[in-house]
Nanobody, 123 residues
Framework: QVQLVESGGGLVQAGGSLRLSCAASGRTFSSYTMAWFRQAPRKEREFVAYISWSGQRTYYADSVKGRFTISRDNAKNTAYLQMNSLKPEDTAVYYC??????WGAGETQYNFWGQGTQVTVSS
């Protein structure tokens, strides 16, 4: 079991940056693939990025590629999402998620979820 708590969301102007953090409880954080998803108002939750347990493998949605960077610090049991060049369409609740079975962009693959943190980008 792992419990996830996101932080770092807020209000930012278009073109600005935010860094989200996902703090995990438990001794086996380094075994989990970590991912970020987001859900905008009146839209389905969508994949943003994932990072493998070692940090060597990352993958991004096309909509954020080149602007967002996912990373992790296994010593701190924390995953991060650095978001640069933010756009109003990035406005959403951002969720981190964890999976032990492998890696992928499918929401149903991830068994553990945080409560979400709101990111609002003003134009």
């Amino acid at each position: 079991q792992v419990q996830l708590v996101e932080s770092g969301g807020g209000l930012v102007q278009a073109g600005g940056s935010l860094r989200l953090s996902c703090a995990a409880s438990g001794r086996t954080f380094s075994s989990y693939t970590m991912a970020w998803f987001r859900q905008a108002p009146r839209k389905e939750r969508e994949f943003v990025a994932y990072i493998s347990w070692s940090g060597q493998r990352t993958y991004y949605a096309d909509s954020v590629k080149g602007r967002f960077t996912i990373s992790r610090d296994n010593a701190k049991n924390t995953a991060y999402l650095q978001m640069n060049s933010l756009k109003p369409e990035d406005t959403a609740v951002y969720y981190c998620a964890a999976d032990l079975t492998g890696w992928g962009a499918g929401e149903t693959q991830y068994n553990f979820w945080g409560q979400g943190t709101q990111v609002t980008v003003s134009s």
